[in-house]
């Protein structure tokens, strides 16, 4: 079997196991030198190779193997080339693994991009593509914000999930350890669409493209909409960590709603909102107190205080970007 010999950072070889116990014994080869043969995971010392523990070194060794003709020139590399064949078959194992491994990731991203191009195709019907794009692209800088921050908070979450006429939607994989924990979660996600409606509103000014200046205005909505003080919205999943009844005030913010957004639907949308919110508020309002439940709404006072600021300056970001927003679609109206 060739043997291979590397020595003061040159590769030599390939030798059969005679020739090399013979360089051993003249002293053209020392037993620490390392060594590689077929089958070897890495390289070893050459007295680890089978049959030359016992062979007699020479009392002086010379410094290198000699330039003899059955040595070649080095090799780059610390082991010898692998066929193509070889490399290739390495390749695909590895394509392989990665699949197996990075599978849920690959169909998570691949579940998100399919569904925001759904959700493109059908908008761009109605408001044209360009509105589409922008607006779909502001919704997943939102969802985005959700699964940045449950990152941050070590909870895993699926890929977003976008449904025309819906909005979108992560999933958490496992309960939240406490209300803090949850509002944190929640208020990564307008906050992301609070900034990345305030950047289209600045890009609009730059450009003075009106489309872009009415994609702003609506996600300043959307994300408005979704400070709502009422679970599953992002509003009542932050207010959980201040006091749960302000759940009481959501409800009569979305009876609110379905006046101003009279299209079919956002009231298809809150009408779930409701029925998806009535359970948890019968059972943390109305129903009985377990320590379970007591112990994941103690939220700390200082926390409280500071979420409640968190809370409240970020809609009051949401509610000037709106108002700026409309003032300059309403100006652009009356020319």
Known sequence: MALYITRNGKQFGPYSLTEAKEHVRSGNVVMTDLAWQEGLPNWVPLNQIPGFASVPPARVPSPTPPATPTIPAPLQGSRPQKTFIQNLWGWIVAGVVALVKFKFLIFGALKTSLSMLLMIWVYSWMFGWQFAAGLVFLIFVHEMGHVIAAKWLGMPVSAPLFIPF?????????????????????????????????????????LQENWVMAVASVSFVINLFNMIPVPPLDGGRICAAISPWFWIIGLLLLGASVIYFHAWNSIVIIVLVLIWAFPRIKQTLFGQTTPAMQAYYNTHISNRFTMALMYIGLIAALLLGYWDASNHLSHLSDY
């Open 166 to 206: 819906i909005g979108a939607s992560i999933i958490m994989k496992q309960s939240p350890r406490d209300a803090w924990t949850e509002a944190l979660m929640a208020y990564g996600g307008p906050f992301a669409g609070c900034v990345g409606s305030w950047i289209c509103w600045f890009i609009a000014l730059q």
